[in-house]
């Protein structure tokens, strides 16, 4: 099965995380099908960037998706428009 889940990136202690789509037989670090956006938590202001479209593509053709981003595509979802 397909998921949309997140890969810890960054440096120590600074954490950053792209949110991928990804064969859920992989490990999480491995390879992905596609790249949907990025988080970095320890940012101030945009620290969230995704491709809600997208997510709604791999979301219509079946892909699972993690509890943590679940999370942060309805915090995307709220967002306003720039």
Do not use: C
């Amino acid at each position: 099965m397909v998921t949309i889940r997140m890969i810890r990136m960054g440096k120590k202690n600074r954490p950053a995380y792209r949110i991928v789509v990804q064969d859920s037989r992989r490990k999480a670090g491995g390879a992905y099908l596609e790249a949907l956006g990025h988080y970095r938590p320890l940012e101030k202001g945009e620290n969230l960037t995704l491709d809600l479209s997208r997510v709604g593509f791999w979301r219509a053709r079946g892909a699972g998706i993690s509890a943590a981003v679940a999370k942060l595509v309805k915090l995307a979802g709220k967002k306003p428009a720039v």
